[in-house]
């Protein structure tokens, strides 16, 4: 069941809903502290109308407000990160070292957590990749471990000489430079819109609410994301078909014309840009 399609929710499957597996009573709170308490008299999405455009249409069908659409928001207006953890830079200049798009960048963002066996399952499949990696770890990320003292010794050794470790990254940056080819991700909207911008397809390990829309419409409808399934093998694969396959030189096609159009919106007379106008007009005329 969980596999089959929600009737006029395409692409959604019911395993991709975002409050599948919840107590009723928790999705009921959740729903209710996120429904507006009084009519909305407009919307500002940091999305892009081609991202979506059936959702953002039944959208404007059922609150009859004006939607703007002004994303990606990091690009518009920029800022410095706001994680509380120091950025190491020392990673872009270990990229400078790396052949082109050979990387594979892999970071779970800033709250989610994993268990000891499915960090040694990630460990053991970007070792036996053969691929160059940048895996950010954030302190305390391991449930049980500081950081990364649950890699058996030898892994530990052999990551090293495949690839670097961090406890935070420059996102922005990393995901900017020549040598990433692929975005190994949690799905949060943020990072989605900063590897498409960027034109790096992602592998997707959707954790909760959101991300498993956004993983959904990643692999299914914007076709730059796969999909992983947490087991060294399967890992060791998928990496090896977004870097090096011809599945990842489809991914990767499809992510770069993804990015055009990202920035077209953001040119001149594109949609964000529209619509960003249109809400300081908006806001001054009320």
């Not at 499915?118 to 305390?140: C, D, H, K, Y």
Request: aromatic share 10%.
């Amino acid at each position: 069941m969980l596999q089959e399609m929600v009737p006029e929710l395409h692409p959604l499957r019911y395993k991709d809903l975002p409050f599948i597996g919840f107590p009723m009573n928790q999705i009921l709170q959740t729903i209710n502290m996120i429904t507006p308490k009084t009519p909305p008299s407009a919307f500002l999405w940091n999305t892009l109308e081609f991202l979506e455009p059936s959702a953002l249409t039944r959208i404007r069908e059922q609150y009859q407000v004006p939607i703007f659409t002004v994303g990606p928001l990091h690009k518009i207006i920029p800022t410095p990160s706001t994680s509380f953890l120091d950025e190491d830079t020392n990673c872009i200049t270990w990229l400078d070292k790396q052949a082109p798009k050979s990387v594979v960048y892999v970071s779970l963002g800033s709250l989610a957590n994993t268990d000891e066996k499915t960090s040694t399952e990630m460990a053991w499949g970007l070792a036996n990749s053969n691929q160059p990696f940048i895996w950010v770890v954030r302190p305390g990320s391991v449930r049980g471990f500081e950081w990364i003292e649950f890699l058996p010794e030898g892994l530990a050794v052999e990551m090293k000489v495949r690839g670097l470790i961090v406890k935070w990254a420059p996102q922005k940056e990393v995901l900017a430079h020549f040598a990433v080819g692929g975005f190994w991700s949690h799905c949060g909207w943020n990072s989605t819109l900063e590897s498409a911008f960027e034109g790096i397809p992602m592998l997707c390990q959707p954790f909760k609410l959101d991300q498993k829309v956004t993983c959904r419409y990643l692999c299914h409808e914007w076709k730059m994301g796969v999909e992983i399934v947490v087991e060294r093998g399967e890992i060791e694969g998928v990496i090896r078909r977004v870097l090096v396959g011809k599945e990842g030189e489809e991914m990767k096609q499809r992510a770069l014309e993804i990015q055009e159009k990202v920035k077209v919106a953001l040119s001149y007379g594109g949609s964000s840009y529209n619509s960003l106008k249109e809400f300081v007009e908006y806001i001054l005329s009320q």
